[in-house]
């Protein structure tokens, strides 16, 4: 995800022009790929080759949660085994905020660390790229918001993520949040990608329900954003449609049966892919409004971008028919013979089914009328700074998306009713069941 590549130029110069060169620039530039461990029992793989890289000192970054349910432990024996002392950071929260990252750097430096591995979430991965980063140069987190503003790159980092939904053990960027002026900040960096990752997914058969729908939505976002983009190669754009299609068929199995580790390593894989095509075609315009949202109220990233997700892509669709279609056909919602709008129409429906099938909201409790304008404007500038959006907002656009998310009258709840959702189930796999039935999903 190359942010802040465009940043006050496309006031001066154009957003369009700007855009397109921008969009030379991440065709060209080297991006890394992590080397990938997937399966059963991989995180005690990716500590045997850490342990045996030499290190001096890991820091190991994770959350209580995981801490506390002994996640870590086949990691932590493989290391020990290799002789490779580690330090654990487990201090991590929601949105890796600033603070939380000041102090993960004081614990790198104090223990001497020289490597790190992130075992968890997309908030634990991406603050322990930027715990990284920000001991290597001896600079404030919040000084290196933007690209590249780091001299030097971090240590080595190695990602355990224990979610399939933020793609961040392969992404160029992360993701941290300033809580003092609401507002999340993107740091990015090529050296900022992981030098190996472990795709267990044993470790999210644990998983509520929830965080699996969110996440696996969020995956979801990543791919079809890429795609749709002006960005998108030949790869990413395979990469992309790889995931949707795993995603629609796996995401509706991890939801309903945690414990399928089957569907739990399709979804890693599926975010794994999704974040490999968004971290050089970019996302767009349900990202720039998630953010604020996450931002604002601490919305889950993933939920955030999981009710936007059907509003944005209608909003889009005069301007991508053909890619709509497209991705209907990889999502097998419907049949080669049908027209490209119809196939559109039905990806659409798809999405708003497929969402609903996995309990996830219309509306956004938090929301508050009152905040709309504030939070379009700030959407709206992060679109149009940094995205390769199909369709650009306007204010008004944005506010009257926002809108149509706000809560109901007080007797409405965040959950989708039950005889609802059990209707809403049933359509992603009926879909499916024309060509090849199979039910919507993402990483």
Known sequence: MILNLIGDRALAVGLPAVKRAAGV????LPIPQPTLL????SS???GQAVGGFGHHHVLIVTDQIISGLGLLKPLADALAAGGTPFTVFDEVTAD????VIEKGVEVFTAAGCDAIVAFGGGSVLDAAKVIGLAAANGRPPRSLVGYFRGLRGPAPIYAVPTTAGTGSEVTVAAVISDPENERKLVVADTRLVPKMAALDPALMTGLPP????ATGMDALTHAVEAYIGYWGTGYTDQMALSAVAMIYEALPLAYNDGANLAAREKMALASTYAGLAFTRANVGNVHAIAHQLGGKYHTPHGLANAIMLPHVLRFSA???????????????VGNEGESESELADRFL?????LAASV?????????RDRDIPALAEAACWEADTNYPVPRRMTQDECEAMLRAVLPREPQAKHTVPVKKAARRKAAPAAAAKRPRRKSAKAK
């Open 25 to 28: 620039v991440t065709r060209l």
């Open 38 to 41: 997937v399966g059963p029992g």
């Open 44 to 46: 005690a793989r990716l």
């Open 96 to 99: 890796a905020p600033i603070p």
């Open 210 to 213: 929830a965080v699996t729908a």
């Open 318 to 332: 005069p301007e991508i028919t053909a890619r709509l279609a497209a991705l209907g056909l990889r999502a097998r």
């Open 349 to 353: 429906d798809s999405v708003e089914a």
């Open 359 to 367: 309990g996830i909201p219309r509306q956004l409790d938090a929301l």
